[in-house]
């Protein structure tokens, strides 16, 4: 059965660093999102994307983040420059339409 | 703004005892709701869409305009059902899919 892979599985970065958080959706998808969740608190979701450009974004996705399709298979989430408040584990998942979205295994970000 | 509560942050029951887990929401129009479910060491998976009116692993659950209500029950809960269960909303606008997450209950059952 397809999968949304992620990459890296785990990740720690000093405060200040730039971050790019990988995904590989399914193959046959045409919509992409990022969704976060902070140690503890519930799942939020961050953006979503479609036909290269972003097509929905929430308050908490601010000028320090974006994101990108740059090869017409990876879909990733780059942070400009990290806070402590930005470890969380950041989950990608994909969709064709308004069917089901299919959740990576997520990327653990630490920030130091 | 679209909100999703599970009331219940951990479940405790034995096995083959029922087991209900509540979903209340709160949104204007007419809602999509979904349970996910995430096992230990594994990713977020959906377990039910009330669209499918479908019975999975045992589980079903009815959605209730009424009582803005969404909750996930199971007769009979088994060992294997010890996870992680978000229940979800996505709001009916065309170009909106993003998902609204309840906090989440962790489900223990016991031998």
């Known amino acids: 059965e397809p999968e949304v892979t992620q990459t890296p599985s785990h990740q720690v970065t000093q405060m200040g660093q730039e971050v790019i958080l990988r995904c590989v959706p399914i193959s046959n998808h045409l919509y992409f999102y990022w969704y976060r969740q902070i140690l503890g608190q519930k799942v939020e979701f961050l953006v979503s994307?479609?036909?290269?450009?972003?097509?929905?974004k929430s308050e908490i996705f601010d000028d320090q983040f974006s994101v990108e399709r740059p090869d017409g298979s990876n879909f990733t989430l780059k942070i400009r420059s990290t806070k402590l408040e930005d470890s969380a584990m950041y989950f990608c998942?994909?969709?064709?339409?308004?069917?089901?979205?299919?959740f990576g295994a997520g990327t653990r970000l630490s920030v130091l | 703004a679209q909100r999703v509560t599970q009331p219940e942050k951990l479940l405790s029951v034995f096995k083959g005892a029922p087991v209900e887990l509540k979903c209340n929401y709160s949104?204007?129009?007419?809602?999509?709701l979904f349970w996910y479910v995430q096992y230990s060491r594994q990713r977020l998976q959906l377990l039910l869409r009330?669209?499918s009116r479908e019975s999975i692993k045992g589980f079903t659950a009815d959605l209730n305009k009424g009582e803005t209500s969404f909750h996930l029950k199971k007769p009979f809960a088994q060992e294997e059902d010890s996870a992680m269960y978000y229940c979800a909303l996505r709001m009916e606008r065309s170009n909106d899919y993003k998902l609204s997450f309840g906090a989440g209950t962790t489900v223990t059952v016991r031998a």
């Open positions: 998942a994909s969709s064709s339409g308004e069917n089901i979205q299919y």
């Open positions: 994307f479609y036909n290269n450009e972003i097509s929905e």
């Open positions: 009330h669209i």
């Open positions: 949104y204007s129009g007419s809602p999509e």
